[in-house]
Structure formats: C-alpha cells, structure tokens
C-alpha cells in the first residue's frame, strides 16, 4: 500500500485499529516498561479486533507480528502521527500553553512545523478563520488532512516545506504558531520567515524544549545506551553552542528515523528572545521561569 491508500484506509479506520497503531508506536520505541504494557495492549485489542492482520496489510509492520515489533519506514511516520491524534482525541479543545482563544478565534493562523496538525484541529475547533500548516514530512501532512476529515474540520491548506524558507505570501497571517519544532530547523531563516508571513501586530507563539529538557534526554540516552540517540542530542547541542557564538548552525543530510535533513539545536531563552527581536517581533514574553524544559514564548509583529 502507498500513501495514498493508507490515508484511505485510515479515513474508513475503527477507533480500536487507531489505538492499536499507537500501541505499535510505543511497542516498537518505548523505554522497556512502557513497550511491555504496549505489547500486551497489542494482544489484547488484535485477539478482539484481529486488526494486526488489517494494519499488516497496509505495510506498516517489519516483523510477522512476534515481538519485538518492528516498523517500516513508513510505519513508524504512521504509527507516531496516529498516536499524536489518539492522544489528542483524549483532549480536543485544549489550547496550547500560553494560547488563548483571543489570538485564535476569527484569525488566519499558521502552524510552522505543524506535524500532523493537530493543533491547527483544535485552533478550528476554536473558531479560526483558515488554519495553514507547514512542515517537512508528506505523510504527517497526509495524515492531518485525514483527522480533520475524521473530525468533519475542513482541511488546513498545507504546505510541504521547510520553516525557512515558507510558499506563502508576506504579511498573509495573524497568528503564527509553532511547537516543538523550531529547535529541528534552520531557526534565523524560521523565525526571519515568521516575521515575513506575519501581518503587523500579529502574535507569534513559539513553544520549544530547552537546555533543562535536553539535558535530562541526553542523559537517559547515555544511560539506556542509545547511540544514535546520544549522537543526535549531541549534535543539537554543539549547535547549541555555535548557534550561540556565530548565530549559525549545521544542517547534515542522511536518511533519519524521520527525515532526511537534520539542524537539530538547543536555544536558550535568551537566543530566542534575541532571535525574534532580531527578526522584527516585540511585546516578547516567556513563561521559561514556570516552565524551563518546554516554555512558551510570545511576541507581536512589529509594525513595519
Ligand atoms: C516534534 S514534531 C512537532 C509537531 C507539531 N508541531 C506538534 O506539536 O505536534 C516536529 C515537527 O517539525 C517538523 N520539522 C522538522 N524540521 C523541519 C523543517 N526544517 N521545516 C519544517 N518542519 C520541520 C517535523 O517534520 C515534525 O513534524
């Protein structure tokens, strides 16, 4: 099955295949505990349902079904973007930290880095006027245009591309949003991008995980011996620090557990805050003294 057939297939899905799909996510990336209670929700849902046959014959399964699971390649695109929506369904109307309905409602929004866009569901259920999402990944764009439709939301234009060099028009949005995504992209040209897109006086959130955050993966990498983990937070850090000196960053190409092109970087408040002064923002604010692994920062578009 290509894409296109799963994003058929996941359309017409019953609520018990979706939650399974997420328990392969976690069977197949967990730590051991977490993956231990995922095998046997697995058991339990496929001797109800028998859907790991049906999900199967979509392709996203490496393994005959034994444990442990393994995914293909697109597999695991499917099963982490589905596990983003069950965990959403859990919570629909929730806005991100640090929204509030006033920025959403009746505003042209985008979501920079949007994933599966789940997010930009919740803005539309909030009463956004158009929600766009941009993001690097086909099948996550793929898959937010099957929840909305799963959610009867009209689906979010979309563009596939990088945060740095966006497809809109200057001055087309009110409110730009990113989250957990910025510290994955080149950030001069994300955040130079948001300013372009963003209309004067428009609010800009960004959520993002931090040094504290980074730290804390980085050593539950080293102790659980993932290398090609420690490897990646590794490198976020080191441009952490070049980022920090030169304003610059490495960007590798290699094939990843996701994409193909990697600027991983850890900011700080302070080289975001300078970032989106940078960039033509005001009115900046964080929240990083409540929340110093994942804060929220906030800004206005300066008039220009
Ligand atoms: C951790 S996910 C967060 C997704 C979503 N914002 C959310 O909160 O659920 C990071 C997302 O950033 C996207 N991404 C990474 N680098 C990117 C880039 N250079 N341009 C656009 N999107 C990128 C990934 O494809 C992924 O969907």
């Known amino acids: 099955m290509d894409l296109a057939d799963i994003e058929r297939a996941l359309l017409a899905s019953a609520p018990d295949d979706l939650k399974l799909l997420r328990s392969l996510n976690f069977a197949a990336n967990a730590a051991p505990e977490k993956r231990r209670q995922a095998e046997r929700d697995i058991a339990e849902l496929n001797e109800r349902t028998g859907g790991?046959?049906?999900?199967?014959?979509?392709?996203?399964l490496q393994s005959n079904g034994s444990f442990p699971v393994q995914l293909t390649p697109l597999g695991k695109q499917i099963c982490d973007g589905v596990k983003q929506y069950v965990n959403w369904l859990d919570h629909p109307l929730d806005l991100p930290r640090g929204v509030t309905r006033d920025m959403v409602a009746g505003k042209q929004i985008l979501d920079v880095g949007c994933g599966v866009g789940c997010a930009l569901l919740t803005f539309a259920?909030?009463?956004?006027?158009?929600?766009?999402?941009?993001d690097l990944m086909p099948s996550f764009l793929a898959l937010s245009r099957v929840f909305a439709r799963r959610e009867g939301i009209a689906a979010p234009r979309l563009a596939c591309s990088t945060g740095a060099s966006l497809p809109f028009a200057d001055e087309s949005f009110d409110f730009v949003f990113s989250r957990l995504a910025l510290n994955y992209m080149p950030?001069?040209?994300?955040?130079?991008?948001?300013?372009?897109?963003?209309?004067?006086?428009?609010?800009?959130?960004?959520?993002?995980?931090?040094?504290?955050?980074?730290?804390?993966?980085?050593?539950?990498?080293?102790?659980?011996?993932?290398?090609?983990?420690?490897?990646?937070?590794?490198?976020?850090?080191?441009?952490?620090?070049?980022?920090?000196?030169?304003?610059?960053?490495?960007?590798?190409?290699?094939p990843g557990r996701m994409m193909s092109v990697h600027s991983p970087v850890v900011h700080t408040p302070w080289s975001l805050r300078r970032l989106l002064a940078r960039h033509g923002f005001e009115n900046l604010g964080d929240n990083a003294a409540e929340h110093p692994e994942t804060p929220t920062f906030h800004a206005r578009r300066r008039p220009r």
Do not use: C
């Open 125 to 134: 259920r909030h009463g956004a006027a158009s929600t766009t999402g941009a």
């Open 187 to 254: 950030a001069n040209a994300a955040v130079a991008e948001m300013a372009r897109v963003a209309r004067d006086g428009a609010e800009a959130v960004i959520i993002l995980n931090l040094l504290p955050w980074e730290w804390r993966v980085l050593k539950d990498d080293v102790r659980g011996l993932r290398v090609k983990d420690t490897a990646f937070v590794m490198l976020k850090f080191l441009n952490g620090l070049i980022f920090h000196a030169t304003g610059r960053q490495i960007t590798l190409r290699y």
């Open 52 to 60: 790991l046959e049906r999900v199967r014959s979509w392709g996203v």
